[in-house]
């Protein structure tokens, strides 16, 4: 049975040792424009430790309330732990719809609250929007990437889903109203758990650069030929202060590691400029450079998929190319007397 009394748009924040991470800003820009379309309340839920500071750091993306709940019992992610407190939330306040960030604590998270509530989840979306019928609709990739599914779901209360990280943009709202915040201590079973916290590994970013922050990313294709050609992009991207990811070919011919791949099996990224050397633009791929600012492609194949989407498109053979543009970008020569 649907609950028509379910109400209010939800955004799962995330915390870490004190940060707000930038997804849940965007997760806040997409909720908005789903509250304004639903005429509902925006809610975002941050779960942590100490939190004072974090309402101020969501304040400007458009929330109507801020609920920071924040204990010793939850000074480290359990995902047991967080589940079990959202599900009391959930219970007693009914929301409408919980969007959940696609990382691993949010998709960790939200099967655990969905399995709790004995209600669906759309997983790894890449888009939350409501149609024209005014229906909630949730939009990720299906048969490898070939097929965009739109998932609807009218019996559930609350719907679940998670959105991919640097879908969208974070906006601010440009809204006047300040949103009420409240502060919430969490309450937990008594039963013990059967995970406790030993110790927290950070992650460390690449060699080749952060390809989540960096503002510039070279993207390599298998039209690069052979590992020893990477050196001639290692210098290119010394040069732009570029990252190197690239595409699932050169890393299925083990020319660079998975952690670099960029796209529907890799990482999604959201650089200013995004270089595609000899990448010929497969959907999969794409998915992967959507919020990319400016793309530029440089392919010799004048067909390649690549140029539908690029900014500035360049037909030509790349280790032509390269050359002339490292000699462009290269420091001037000492004068010598
Ligand atoms: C379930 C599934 C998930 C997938 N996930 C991903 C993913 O996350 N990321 C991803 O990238 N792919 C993914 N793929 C694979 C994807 O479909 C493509 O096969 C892959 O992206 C192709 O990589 P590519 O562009 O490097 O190679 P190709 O498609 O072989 O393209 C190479 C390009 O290089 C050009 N070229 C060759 N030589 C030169 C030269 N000297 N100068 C300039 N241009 C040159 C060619 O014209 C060609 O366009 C996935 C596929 C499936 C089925």
């Known amino acids: 049975m649907v609950d028509e009394n ?25 909720g ?23 309402s101020r750091l969501l304040v400007d993306y ?3 309330k801020i609920l920071l709940v924040a204990g010793e019992e939850t000074r480290y992610f359990i995902p ?14 009914k929301p409408f719809a919980i969007l959940f960030p696609a990382t691993y604590d949010g998709r960790d998270v939200a099967a655990r609250l969905a399995a709790k509530l004995g209600v669906g989840l759309a997983a790894d979306c890449t888009d939350l929007k409501i149609d024209e019928a005014g229906r909630f609709v949730q939009v990720r990739p299906a048969f490898g990437g070939n097929l965009m599914a739109v998932i609807h779901q009218p019996t559930a209360r609350p719907q679940l889903a998670t959105l991919r990280p640097r879908m969208v943009k974070p906006n601010k709202s440009g809204r006047k109203v300040s949103p009420s915040v409240e502060y919430i201590k969490p309450r937990i079973s008594a039963k013990p758990f059967t995970k406790s916290l030993l110790r927290t590994v950070r992650e460390v970013a690449e060699e080749s650069g952060n390809l989540d922050e960096a503002e510039v990313v070279i993207g390599v294709g298998r039209g690069i030929g052979s590992s020893e050609n990477m050196r001639i992009v ?20 083990g020319w660079l590691p ?32 959507r919020t990319a600012k400016e793309i530029i ?5 004048p067909e390649a998929p690549i140029f539908k989407v690029a900014t500035f498109g360049i037909v030509a053979d790349m ?3 390269i050359p002339l543009l490292a000699k462009e970008l290269e420091p001037p020569a000492p004068q010598t007397t």
């Open 297 to 301: 492609a440089i392919n010799k194949d």
């Open 62 to 64: 458009g929330p109507d």
């Open 6 to 30: 379910s109400t209010g748009i939800w955004v799962i924040g995330e915390e870490k040792e004190g940060k707000l991470a930038p997804v849940t800003l965007e997760l806040l820009t997409i």
């Open 80 to 93: 047991e732990t967080y589940s079990e407190v959202l599900s009391a939330l959930v219970e007693q306040r």
């Open 319 to 321: 280790f032509s190319v």
């Open 234 to 253: 290692n210098h290119l991207a010394t040069l732009l202060k570029a990252a190197i990811g690239g595409s699932r070919g050169v890393v299925d011919a």
């Open 32 to 54: 908005r424009q789903l509250a304004d379309s639903l005429r509902q309340e925006l809610v975002v839920v941050i779960i942590g430790h100490q939190l004072e500071h974090m």
């Open 258 to 289: 998975h952690t670099q791949q960029i796209g529907l099996t890799g990482r999604v990224i959201s650089p200013k400029m995004y270089m595609a050397l000899g990448i010929s633009g497969a959907v999969q791929h794409l998915v992967g450079v």
